[in-house]
């Protein structure tokens, strides 16, 4: 059974800090894998990670896949009050996008 | 705007009641997802339609049903419903096939009392 396992699964840091965030997944026919940030409401896009691009990085955020593996970890470097959320790994084939528990970032000034 | 649509945004019924939730697909995709997140269990993954046909089922309680129309909305539709059917179900869609990622829409946050 394809699964999606995320570390860990609360973190609490101050402004400033660098938080590193895990993902494992297990997903026959694995095409990419995918990072979201959920604040309120609907998660947003962050990153997507496939066999030709395993690394990627948007300012303070950086990802990599490592396909031997199985995981992937998402940086945030200088940390700030606005990064607090969830933030999803969600991993698929052709089929459908399965995720994990979610890490619920809490970053105090 | 994600381009994501669902309606309603906030639902409270009755156990043993039937509830539609509506999703409109952004412009252009053709894949509809549904998931249900509750706290405990994070995103779950419920069914994919892909241009009106069901594509993927991942684990759906037969209470539950979903349709893609022609024009590629989709509606999610829960009937005797229990209490433990709370919680915030997304919409999600695609051009495609989902490995270029999905946009979510706001989510129909769902209170059965």
Redesign the interface.
Known sequence: EDKVVQSPLSLVVHEGDTVTLNCSYEVTNFRSLLWYKQEKKAPTFLFMLTSSGIEKKSGRLSSILDKKELFSILNITATQTGDSAVYLCGSGNTGKLIFGQGTTLQVKP | D?G?TQTPKHLITATGQRVTLRCSPRSGDLSV?W?QQSLD???Q?LI?YYNGEE??K?NILERFSAQQFPDLHSELNLSSLELGDSA?Y?CASSVG???????????TRLTVV
Do not use: D
Not at chain 2, 101 to 106: N, Q
């Open positions: 994600s994501v997802y998931y269990q994070g995103l993954f994919q594509r993927a991942g915030l997304f096939l989902p490995a270029g990622g999905y946009t979510f829409g706001s989510g």
